[in-house]
């Protein structure tokens, strides 16, 4: 084999890069434990514990795999049009919506150019930015995790172009408020507010795309319509915007499979939000459960998971110590989370065998 010293070919701000934050899949958290797979609980990736919608699996099966998929993706923008309420010009589907964060960033960020993140949240924007040589310009979220919009006008500069809201917040669980977006859509900077959680919440800024070509709304359908293992995840934004997005995506970016589950689960959206009623429902029970332990507060949440804060020093000991024991949920390396770790809301069954564990545990 002819050698070369490689590192030298890779673009310089790549070559010490350090990889996303990975969760391992269930078998080798089963290995891990030293259990069987089904006995794992998997509360790290805010996934849906109801699974996807059995019409989407019977539409995945069924679906002819041999023919590439249509770039302009024309069923499945018609069909996110009637159930977003949008024209389907405002809409533009991608592999997971972890795919449009990068896209965007391919869109807008050069070499050097800056993004606004309010910590904690969401690791893909500090992710994609250093990808795409980028800077981070990190406003601190404020006691209570609300955004300071002050903080957020103040920490802008002239290289800043992109700000990045998740909301319902990963993995604080609040929301920003209209207004605190319609304040941040006045700077002019392209502000991407990211509802991964929307159907848990039901609190939306779609409608300001109409009159803001500075805002850009992303949604999943990995989390209430339980295809996070497909890849399939949508923005809104102005037709303008979707139309720059088409022209640099891959071209066949959307497979047919998730093609297919996605129209399958628009179709059966009413019994898929049944379970995201139920996971909401578990959510407040799981709250109340996890306020009843010594040193342990969740924090409010709009989304299907909770944070949770231990006293000083605890965090991670009660986390190696639920792993131990079958249950995986989510840790951070920030200081600022520290003391917390996140976890997803489950089956009710799950939720007993993970507060029985606290307790034992705390
Ligand atoms: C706030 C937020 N945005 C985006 C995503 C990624 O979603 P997708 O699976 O569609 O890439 C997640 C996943 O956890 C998330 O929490």
């Known amino acids: 084999m002819i050698t070369t010293d490689i590192d030298k070919l890779i673009r310089p701000h790549l070559v010490d890069i350090k990889a996303y934050e990975p969760m391992d899949p269930p078998e080798l958290l089963a290995e891990q434990a030293g259990i ?15 699974g ?26 018609r069909a996110l049009g009637d159930y977003t309420g ?38 893909m924007y500090g992710f994609c930015a250093r990808v795409a040589g980028g800077e981070i310009r990190l406003v601190q979220r404020d006691e ?3 955004i300071d919009v002050g903080d957020v006008r103040d920490a802008i500069d002239s290289k800043t ?22 304040e941040l859509l006045e700077t002019g900077l392209v502000v991407v507010v990211d509802e991964a959680y929307f159907e848990f919440c039901n609190q939306t800024v779609a409608e300001l795309v109409e009159r803001h070509e500075n805002l850009v709304v992303l949604r999943t ?65 799981m709250a109340t459960l996890l306020k009843d332990i010594p040193g342990v507060t969740p924090w409010p949440s709009h989304g299907n998971f909770i944070l949770c804060q231990f006293a000083p020093g605890r965090a991670g000991e009660i986390f190696d110590a639920l792993a131990r024991r079958g249950i ?10 520290r003391d917390c770790f996140r976890i997803a809301v489950g089956t009710p069954d799950q939720t007993d065998a993970l507060i029985a564990a606290m307790r034992d545990i705390v």
Not at 329 to 337: G, I, T
């Open 86 to 123: 949008m024209d389907p010009d405002y809409i533009i589907a991608g592999a997971g919506s972890d795919e449009l964060i990068d896209l965007l960033f391919r869109l807008f960020i050069s070499h050097g150019d800056a993004i606004l993140d309010c910590e904690p949240t969401f690791g």
């Open 221 to 285: 359908l990995s989390k209430w319509a339980g295809l996070a293992g497909l890849r399939i995840g949508y923005g809104i934004m102005s037709p303008r915007l979707v139309n720059h997005v088409i022209d640099i995506k891959s071209p066949y970016n959307v497979n047919v499979a998730a093609e297919a589950a996605l129209l399958a689960s628009l179709e059966d959206a009413p019994a898929l939000m049944a379970n995201v009623h139920l996971i909401v429902e578990e959510r407040e029970r």
């Open 144 to 146: 209570l995790f609300e």
């Open 161 to 182: 172009k992109l700000i990045f809201i998740s909301s319902p917040n990963n993995p604080t669980g609040n929301l920003a408020s209209e207004e605190q977006v319609r």
């Open 328 to 337: 995986f949920v989510r840790n951070f390396s920030s200081e600022r989370l």
């Open 52 to 77: 996807g919608s059995p019409k989407a699996v019977e539409a995945v099966a069924n679906t002819p795999l041999h023919i590439y998929p249509d770039p302009l993706q024309r069923k499945m923008r």
């Open 36 to 50: 069987s797979p089904d006995k794992v609980i998997k509360l790290n990736g805010n996934e849906n514990p109801y």
